[in-house]
């Protein structure tokens, strides 16, 4: 095998899979989700332990792309606060406090993902800023509240610094500032984030049953 | 926004696409999650109006293209015409959910149930 074959499509590909996901540790036990196996999920908006109040509906308008295309229904997020908020519960603090035979009766999901956001937002050094997201992920099953996968999701961007010496970095870090108050970039560091933690080939979810069955015919038509 | 979009859509099909046909996405997602940003963060540029007709065109998109409306979008358009007083218009969008994905059915039940615009089926 000389170096150019290793150029090649079927090697490019696994090789890519380990670079974004170094070394692959224990490989993880899913015999929870799989014995629960799941059809739909909820998402209770975040508990939010960072400073930017925005953060944890940020958050949930780039987490029902992922999961649905990973396979399972998810329930409309906006929705879902609407009909938390009018019953009594006015902030994500309370929403992940709710008792699960209460979500059981009125939502009825069969698997429920609650996050907590540990840091979000964009922090300002003289010369640069850097965007950070970072939340912890549980999936318990709807019915008996058992761990089914977890994850942490994390992704950060840094900017300014780009030449022009002092004065040049200055005036972008300056323009960094401006530019994010109109343009925040944490809705697509989070999506980012997002695919990382559900897509990872190691620790990631597994398939649910709409994208179980997409392979499946997929197979069957290529045979 | 569409530009951002494209790139997830785009690493799920790397990701999950390497078995042969049917690379393309389950969902077409349209204005969905732009419309979702907006009414949190930009409320003044998101009336129910404003989303109402962008969630409109997705599905009109969805329709042409033959691809699957996602989970929860006419859900979220169901809840903007009752909001907005369009009963009908808000019942059908939530019966259409409820179609496409029976997972719903407890949560969209209940809804139709409590604001006494339909019972049970």
């Known amino acids: 095998m000389n170096v150019r074959s290793l150029f090649r ?7 890519l899979a380990l670079l974004i996901t170094g070394c692959a540790s224990q490989p993880r036990d899913y015999s929870a989700l799989q ?49 938390l908020k009018q019953n009594g519960l006015p902030t994500p603090a309370e929403m992940n406090n709710v008792p699960l035979e209460k979500l059981q009766q009125y939502i009825g999901a069969d698997a429920i993902l609650y996050v907590t956001i540990d840091d979000w937002g964009q922090q300002y050094q003289v010369l640069s800023s850097v965007a950070r997201v970072s939340s912890k992920w549980r999936l318990v099953d709807g019915k008996t509240g058992a761990l089914l996968w977890s994850g942490h999701a994390y992704a950060q961007k840094s900017s300014g610094n780009s030449g022009g ?15 994010s108050a109109i343009d925040d970039p944490t809705p ?36 | 926004m ?12 790397l990701v999950t696409g390497c078995s042969g046909h049917g690379q393309r996405s389950l969902y077409y997602w349209g ?25 409109t065109a997705t599905i009109e998109t969805a329709k042409k293209r033959e691809h699957q409306v996602p989970p929860g979008l006419y859900a979220h358009l169901g809840m903007l015409y009752l909001r907005q007083g369009h009963t009908g218009s808000g019942v059908a969008a ?25 019972a049970q089926p």
């Open chain 1, 9 to 15: 499509p079927g090697y490019l590909l696994p090789l």
């Open chain 1, 35 to 83: 014995t629960s196996n799941p059809r739909s999920i909820l998402v209770i908006p975040p508990q939010n332990n960072s400073v930017d109040v925005n953060a944890p509906y940020i958050f949930l308008s780039t987490i029902s792309l992922p999961l649905a295309e990973k396979g399972y229904y998810v329930f409309p997020v906006a929705v879902i606060d609407q009909f």
């Open chain 1, 165 to 179: 010496g002092l004065a040049g970095a200055l005036i972008s870090a300056v323009a960094a500032q401006i530019v």
């Open chain 1, 188 to 223: 697509e560091l989070s999506r980012t984030a997002n695919l990382h933690t559900l897509y990872n080939p190691y620790e990631g979810l597994l398939p649910g049953p709409y994208l179980r069955a997409k392979l499946e015919a997929n197979k069957q038509a290529s045979q």
């Open chain 2, 2 to 13: 569409f530009k951002t979009l494209l790139l997830p859509l785009l690493a799920i099909t």
């Open chain 2, 31 to 55: 204005n969905y999650e732009a419309v979702l940003l907006d009414s949190y963060i930009n409320p003044g540029e998101a009336p129910d109006e404003v989303q109402i007709e962008k969630l």
């Open chain 2, 94 to 118: 939530l019966k259409e959910e409820k179609a496409l994905y029976p997972e719903s059915a407890v949560f969209i039940d209940g809804l139709l149930a409590r604001a006494n615009l339909e």
